[in-house]
């Protein structure tokens, strides 16, 4: 502002001096490594004008470096980048950025600027970069060691673990389990080591031991990361416990025949009764042995002598005895 006096009159006269109006945006896109990716960069001709300059910079070490630079009537970089962006950059439209072959090195913050006619908007674009896990490998050892994944004994110690590599960031591992057809619930532990660019390989273990016969168990592990990574699943695991094949000590529900507990109640039952048979038999043959009644001098049984005591008959024998059959 400037003043201006003239015959005692204070004249105020305003200059304003106006640059081009910047309008700013930000941006994020996350990329795996090894692909491409396109940065955006706004304009809007209508708003903005016809644009005159694009100049698309990387901030490397806190400063803002010149990637490509495209003037009017030209759609080639104009400038040289950096060396570890040589051949990777192209204009993707009229204003995008398109790189190519994406490094973990990329990751940083990139900024268009669109010098046009009546406004000159500014982009910022936050890069991030991811590396895709390796697909996740499942290993199972048997304690004691089971030559027949079919029939694994009870009382097995099975102990599964599951190893996915060089993710960045690391991948995260879940399990997923069924013991005949049903979810079984587990308790795993993770380990995770990564080094300075953030590339790390995930470890997960559990296991648990056998306890019922006939049971089947399936087992698989997944890899999964942040998007744009791809979750990457195992082949299925599976064994089987062996089958019931020893003797039980009574009849099973709902299976037929006769059990070891009930043919032994059998067989002691009929020694039981063949004993008092023997019992009565023979307490009968010793009682048809005793000594007594049975002839003795030729006198049958029934005809032994009998005495005969009369009384009240005065002058009567004391005793009388009945003569003998065979007495004449």
């Known amino acids: 502002m400037f003043a201006v006096h003239i015959t005692g009159v204070t004249v105020f006269l305003f200059v304003a001096i106006l640059g081009p109006v910047t309008a700013q945006s930000t941006y994020t896109r996350k990329s795996l490594t090894g692909s491409e ?85 500014t982009t910022f674009v936050n890069l991030e970069v991811f590396k895709q896990h390796t697909a996740p490998m499942v290993q199972v050892e048997y304690d004691p060691l089971a030559s027949d994944i079919s029939k694994v004994p009870l009382n097995t110690t099975v102990t599964f673990t599951c190893t996915s590599t060089g993710g960045r960031p690391p991948a995260s591992l879940t399990w997923t389990v069924t013991k005949g057809g049903s979810q079984m619930t587990i308790t795993p532990t993770y380990t995770s080591t990564n080094d300075s660019l953030g590339v790390g390989d995930t470890t997960s273990t559990f296991n648990f031991t056998t306890t019922e016969y006939s049971v089947k168990y399936d087992i698989q592990c997944t890899a999964s990361g942040p998007d744009p990574i791809v979750d990457r699943t195992s082949a299925t695991t599976s064994f089987t416990t062996e089958p019931d094949t020893k003797p039980t000590s009574g009849t099973r529900t709902g299976e037929g025949g006769i059990g070891t507990g009930a043919i032994v109640g059998i067989v002691i039952g009929v020694i039981a009764a063949l004993a008092l048979v023997a019992a009565l038999v023979y307490f009968l043959l010793i009682r048809e042995k005793k000594p007594g009644k049975g002839k003795e001098d030729g006198v049958e049984s029934g005809d032994a002598d009998v005495t005969y005591h009369a009384t009240g008959h005065p002058g009567a024998p004391e005793n009388l005895s009945r003569p003998s059959p065979n007495q004449p």
């Open 37 to 121: 990716v396109t940065l955006p960069c706004d304009y809007d001709q209508t708003a903005d004008g016809d644009w005159i300059v694009i100049t698309w910079s990387v901030l490397i070490d806190g400063t803002f470096q010149n990637l490509f630079l495209r003037q009017t009537g030209s759609t080639s970089n104009t400038i040289t980048p950096p060396a570890q962006f040589v051949g990777r950059l192209a204009i993707d439209g009229e204003t995008n950025l398109r790189l190519t072959g994406v490094t973990i090195a990329d990751e940083d913050q990139y900024r268009c600027i669109v010098t046009a006619q009546t406004l000159s908007p």
